[in-house]
């Protein structure tokens, strides 16, 4: 079984910082399987990004993914972190030979 | 817009049945493929299973034997039955619909917090 895993675990940034995140799956996995979620204390995860790159609707431009093809690293990038940025985040795959989905553990953006 | 909403016990015994129940509102159970996921401090997010409009279903293989996902297509809603449970079974149960075009959740409900302690 394929596994993601997230990195940093925890990332202290300042409002107007960029934040990087990483996730890293232990094999190639197709990009167009990847999808990257946020959830705020206390809500469901909500959808960010799906097939490494594309945003959701309504999810503003400064949250952007990269990922191509079959890899293993992908990222999600928040050009300038907003208040509400503050939250975790997970990257998700769908596994086309078992059928079933898995998440990272997840990288909790936090305020500095 | 569509709205998912969980229901059920929030404390279920050891060894009992845990049962939940997602309301589809605001949009049409059909054509979509609903998930029930749960997190847990333990686990994180695990995907627990799925059913089609049509009746068709899916289980994570690691929770196949006790996972039971159903669908009443006349009042909108779907369920989930997880048998035997155990304080590992102690999650934050979602319920998820699957975006059509790809394999990914793009509506989710507020989630329903179960524990299971005697």
């Known amino acids: 079984e394929i596994v993601l895993t997230q990195s940093p675990g925890t990332l202290s940034l300042s409002p107007g910082e960029r934040a990087t995140l990483s996730c890293r799956a232990s094999q190639s996995v197709s990009s167009s399987n990847l999808v990257w979620y946020q959830q705020r204390p206390g809500q469901a995860p909500r959808l960010l990004i799906y097939?490494?790159?594309?945003?959701a609707t309504g999810i503003p431009d400064r949250f952007s993914g990269s990922g191509s093809g079959s890899e293993t690293d992908f990222t999600l990038t928040i050009s300038r972190l907003e208040p509400e940025d503050f939250a975790v985040y997970y990257c998700q795959r769908y596994s086309p030979s078992l059928l079933t989905w898995t998440f990272g553990q997840g990288t909790k953006v936090e305020l500095k | 817009q569509v709205q998912l909403q969980e229901s059920g016990p929030g404390l279920v015994k050891p060894l009992e049945t845990l049962s939940l129940t997602c309301k589809v509102s605001?949009?049409?159970?059909?054509?979509?493929?609903w998930s029930w996921i749960r997190q847990s401090p333990g686990k994180g997010l695990e995907w627990i299973g799925y059913i089609y409009y049509t009746g068709s279903t899916y289980q994570n293989p690691s929770l196949k034997s006790r996972v039971t996902v159903s669908m009443d297509t006349s009042n909108n809603q779907f369920s989930l039955t997880l048998t035997s449970v155990t304080a590992a079974d102690t999650a934050v149960y979602y319920c998820?619909?699957?975006?059509?075009?790809?394999?990914?959740?793009?509506?989710w409900g507020q989630g329903a917090p179960v524990t299971v302690s005697s």
């Open positions: 605001g949009g049409s159970i059909s054509n979509h493929y």
């Open positions: 097939g490494a790159s594309t945003r």
């Open positions: 998820a619909r699957r975006g059509r075009y790809g394999y990914f959740f793009d509506l």
